[in-house]
């Protein structure tokens, strides 16, 4: 019984031409994920950099206003 289910969901093709296809797309995927992961990567940076930038900017604005 257990091994009627399993083969519902295992699918192990004699000709392994068919794996051809999905590893085609396996591989679209995972360069699509990596460029994805990369672009967020470099995103996030910049805005950490315009971050630290507006954090100088406004401590700097604070302590002029306190020198005065």
């Known amino acids: 019984m257990l091994w009627y289910v399993l083969s519902l969901f295992l699918y192990f093709p004699e000709d392994k031409s068919e794996y051809i296809p999905s ?5 679209i ?18 805005e950490a950099r315009k ?11 604070n302590q002029r206003k306190e020198e005065h």
Do not use: D, N
């Open 29 to 46: 995927f995972l360069i699509a994920a990596i460029l994805t992961m990369r672009f967020i990567i470099i995103v996030s940076k910049r």
């Open 51 to 61: 971050t630290e930038e507006l954090e100088k900017r406004i401590t700097g604005q």
């Open 23 to 27: 590893v085609i797309t396996l591989v």
